[in-house]
């Protein structure tokens, strides 16, 4: 009965996508409404934004919500294709989402195989893991590593050297995966490291929703008394009961950067609660967010536990991706073994890799982008970034940033969302946005 009235909603009111430049006159505003709020849809329109690298500087959200943007330096987006393809990919999120089936997963193909590995952190771990794949044949197509709190998680996407495919014998496969898990296990833990492959299609969850579910999964948010939180502004969050309204209101003050709302929505999403309501405003520097929400059986938070769970998990998924250190950008020729070759002279010159994206262009260029710091997490010497300059080489290598650390902030990223009026029965939703650098 559930499913035939909300059919009977998106036939009366179906959804709807409105691109306006004319009605901010410093953003591009982006309204999505919706006959029918479905757990995750909020998500996965954050989601088509920031992978089109736009930053929401103010929303109305209510169940229900909308949107505003503009681009890193506080301008309207102006290119006409680019404002056809967001209310294009959005309308074609939005009819996916407001159906009644269930989101469909990857299908098996021969594009790729996928590794995903969580463990403990530990310098040289990188390049462990990439000297392990280039001996075996295997060329990284692409791959992101996060570390956070002493543990790693890699989504990496390879192929077989020879034949640009998957790799399919299952002995080779089962021989990869126990060398890349022994590589994870090193010394040993205090947790056992996982190592998981499969032949998979480019699609699938997203690559930076399943690095935070990785890391989730391993409790990344359970600090040791070791390591402690070096940026320059930890992300302070507060969870209170609103009883009169049955909500639970989760407030977020931290320092702003790309991508911010989508690790903050994804976090509790993926912890099965679902936003209602909220307020985020953006200053110069610092994000302050603050969501209406339940479980997604309809209940506030009932216990202190929960609610201190909730505070942990926001932090780790804010801190995930406010890595601080050095950046080095390296665009070459790709071949078999680079990555290895890379990541040795980084370990080699005593620097540590604290996050890495790897990617391959169609045309053969390998672009690989490494967060580093020295061993003891601290601020990398010039000398050393010299030295790899001239092993690796002074046209590939770019150095991004200060070699003193600082908080992973861009220059003139400004984000808010703001979460407004409930339009009853209706998912409403409008984005003011820009298009960011980052």
């Known amino acids: ?206 690559r930076g929703r399943r690095l935070h579910q990785m890391l989730f999964a391993d409790r990344d948010f359970e600090r040791p008394d070791d390591v402690e939180f070096k940026s320059s502004k930890e992300p302070r969050v507060s969870v209170l009961d609103c009883s009169d309204r049955d909500y639970t209101v989760v407030t977020i003050r931290c320092l702003d950067r790309p991508k911010l709302l989508f690790d903050t929505v994804c976090c509790l999403t993926d912890m099965e609660y679902v936003v209602f309501h909220g307020t985020v405003n953006t200053g110069r520097m610092e994000a302050y967010q603050e969501y209406y929400i339940r479980h997604v059986d309809g209940f506030p938070i009932s216990s202190e536990a929960e609610q201190q769970r909730v505070i942990e998990c926001l932090e780790a998924a804010i801190e995930r991706r406010t890595t601080e250190g050095l950046e080095l950008e390296i665009v070459t020729d790709d071949r078999l073994g680079l990555l290895s070759d890379i990541t040795r002279i980084i370990r080699e010159n005593g620097l540590c890799i604290k996050r890495a994206e790897i990617s391959t262009s169609n045309g053969g260029k390998a672009k690989d982008s490494f967060i580093v710091t020295d061993v003891g997490g601290n601020s990398v010497d010039p000398g050393t970034v010299e030295l790899i300059q001239k092993e690796i080489g002074q046209g590939c290598l770019k150095v991004k940033g200060s070699p003193f650390l600082s908080p992973k902030l861009p220059k003139e990223t400004s984000r808010s969302f703001l979460f407004g009026n409930l339009f009853k029965g209706r998912s409403f939703q409008s984005f003011k946005l820009i298009k960011s650098c980052s």
């Not at 503009?70 to 309308?91: A, P, Q, R, S, W």
């Open 1 to 206: 009965m559930d499913d035939e009235f909300a059919k009977l909603i998106r036939r009366v009111n179906p959804p709807r996508v409105v691109v306006d430049n004319g009605a901010c006159e410093h953003a591009t505003f982006i309204q999505v409404d919706m006959s029918v709020n479905k757990h995750g849809i909020l998500l996965e329109l954050v989601q088509v934004l920031s992978d089109l690298n736009l930053n929401v500087i103010k929303a109305y959200v209510s169940s229900d919500a909308g949107w505003f943007m503009d681009d890193n330096h506080g301008n309207k987006i102006t290119d006409e294709d680019t404002l056809i393809y967001v209310e294009k990919t959005l309308e074609t999120k939005v009819r996916f989402l407001n159906s009644v089936r269930s989101s469909v997963g990857s299908t098996p193909s021969k594009d790729h195989t996928l590794i995903e590995l969580t463990g403990s952190d530990r310098p040289g771990l990188v390049s462990e893991l990439s000297a392990v794949l280039a001996d075996m044949g295997c060329n990284v197509v692409n791959a992101e590593i996060w570390t956070h709190n002493a543990r790693a998680a890699a989504v990496i996407h390879v192929v077989d050297h020879s034949t640009r495919l998957a790799i399919q014998d299952p002995k080779r496969v089962s021989m990869i995966k126990e060398l890349l898990f022994n590589v994870m296990r090193g010394d040993g833990g205090v947790r056992t490291p996982s190592a998981r492959m499969l032949v998979s299609s480019p699609g699938g969850t997203h």
